[in-house]
């Protein structure tokens, strides 16, 4: 069964191609929980196959998270902090989440734009409170596409060495398994940064709701 679901949304990444990269990763740079780890190594994974090459999935994969981020921080700019804040947790941003964006931005400005394209939970948000702020759009582009690349380019490559090699992916289930328990040490080693990363975030958010009470 979830080699199934595995082999289609494989095969629909191929099917869309560049255009689907781009338009999911604009999704993920929105405010809708849509993983960039769901879209870009299984495109990375084709890319080694030769359907796609690898530096045009980064930079659709670039692209496509600065367009998100552009409608997000648009939005933002024109609706303002006390509309997002009161009615934001009915599209994925309550106010804890709002808060811990907004910290963000505050303490690091244009460079926490840089670094939350790399981080969990602050990366498809930072740019609500960017717009609220009216932060720059050229400082902020620059910013969010130099840190949307270097997320992409990691996602794209950890793809290629976790997924890449096996071309039997699809059609063998026991392929799957193999490529899982070759690349075991790679799985284990990407989800304990991510879950670093996420301590780190989380304990950012606490330090800064505590310095405001």
């Known amino acids: 069964m979830f080699h199934q679901l595995f082999a289609t949304w494989m095969q629909l990444t191929r099917d869309w191609g560049y255009g689907g990269v781009f338009l999911l990763m604009a999704v993920e740079s929105t405010v809708?929980?849509?993983?960039s780890e769901v879209v870009v190594?299984?495109?990375?994974?084709?890319?080694?196959?030769?359907?796609?090459s690898?530096?045009?999935?980064?930079?659709?994969?670039?692209?496509?998270?600065?367009?998100?981020?552009?409608?997000?921080y648009g939005v933002a700019r024109r609706l303002g902090r006390p509309l997002i804040l009161k009615y934001g947790k009915f599209v994925f941003v309550p106010e804890k989440k709002w808060l811990l964006?907004?910290?963000?931005?505050?303490?690091?400005?244009?460079?926490?734009?840089?670094?939350?394209?790399?981080l969990p939970v602050v990366r498809h948000l930072v740019s609500l409170p960017a717009g609220a702020a009216r932060m720059n759009f050229r400082n902020f582009s620059l910013a969010t596409l130099t840190g949307s690349f270097?997320?992409?380019?990691?996602?794209?490559?950890?793809?290629?060495?976790?997924?890449?090699?096996?071309p039997r992916l699809l059609q063998d289930p026991e392929a799957l398994v193999h490529v899982l328990k070759a690349k075991l040490l790679w799985?284990?080693?990407?989800?304990?940064?991510?879950?670093?990363?996420?301590?780190?975030?989380?304990m950012f958010g606490k330090k800064s709701q505590d310095a405001r009470h």
């Open 32 to 35: 809708f929980p849509l993983p």
């Open 41 to 52: 190594p299984p495109a990375a994974y084709w890319a080694q196959q030769g359907h796609m």
């Open 54 to 72: 690898f530096w045009g999935v980064v930079l659709a994969s670039t692209f496509g998270s600065w367009f998100g981020s552009a409608i997000s």
């Open 101 to 118: 964006a907004e910290s963000w931005i505050n303490q690091f400005s244009v460079g926490g734009v840089f670094f939350a394209r790399l």
């Open 150 to 166: 270097l997320w992409s380019w990691v996602l794209a490559w950890f793809g290629a060495q976790v997924l890449g090699g096996e």
């Open 187 to 202: 799985i284990f080693a990407a989800a304990a940064v991510m879950l670093v990363l996420y301590i780190g975030v989380m």
